[in-house]
């Protein structure tokens, strides 16, 4: 149908697109540089079980981020062709900052701790509606390239980030404040998150989810009679 949109054809530029003066790949390129940037990842497991004191939290705490993520991803999925792609991202870095914030919590919690493990699945299973959002708007010549420089943007950051957190370690810096330079780096990934395009869902993937809408009626088309 000549009417409906390509999927790999650009949308229509918007106000919000302008934002930063930023292309769309470049702020999901800085939304996943930021979102990768932890220097407090690699201190996870001696932060939880040394300052929180969490016993076995390799048993205890983090099997609810493998099982968080597999039931979430089906559910998120779903909520990004009702609620919107840029929503379900946003909702997903949400995730991410309530782990971080609920890890700085100096909280002993083994349920607190559990429950940050969901929050960070989130995180994860968010992430295929940011490869939707450049799939429906970036051309499809640009797509395979873009997918790569997003994911190298990632894996960099992750690497200079944990180099970071080891320097820091090493010159005695305590595990806290590594957690707080990732989740000041996650509140920027949240304010690009609100900054990417929107682009509608699919109208076809939406009638798959909610059934096909009834045509309306000849009655319903009339005017109400005036009493």
Not at 30 to 42: G, Q, R, Y
Not at 103 to 111: F, P, Q, R, Y
Not at 133 to 151: K, S
Request: glycine share 4%; proline share 8%; charged share 10%.
């Amino acid at each position: 149908n000549s009417c409906e949109t390509s999927n790999n054809q650009p949308q229509a530029h918007t106000d919000q697109e302008h934002m930063f003066h930023l292309s769309p790949l470049s702020r999901i390129t800085a939304l996943t540089l930021a979102v990768a940037f932890k220097p407090s990842e690699p201190f996870l497991y001696a932060f939880v079980r040394c300052d929180r004191q969490i016993h076995h939290p390799a048993q205890t705490v983090f099997p609810f981020w493998t099982y968080g993520q597999l039931v979430l991803l089906p559910v998120l999925s779903l909520a990004s062709e009702l609620l919107g792609y840029r929503a379900v991202v946003v909702i997903g870095v949400l995730g991410r900052l309530i782990t971080l914030l609920i890890l700085l919590s100096a909280t002993e919690s083994l349920l607190l701790m559990q429950l940050s493990q969901v929050f960070i699945a989130a995180g994860f299973a968010a992430h295929p509606a940011l490869v939707a959002i450049m799939y429906r708007v970036l051309p499809a010549e640009q797509y395979a390239r873009a997918v790569g420089l997003v994911a190298c943007s990632g894996v960099i950051s992750e690497v200079l980030s944990s180099l970071l957190g080891q320097l820091l370690h090493d010159e005695g810096v305590e595990y806290v404040w590594l957690f707080v330079i990732s989740a000041l780096s996650t509140c920027v990934a949240l304010v690009l998150a609100g900054s990417l395009p929107s682009p509608p869902p699919s109208k076809a993937a939406r009638e798959l989810i909610l059934g096909p809408r009834p045509p309306a009626s000849a009655a319903s088309l009339l005017p109400a009679p005036i009493p």
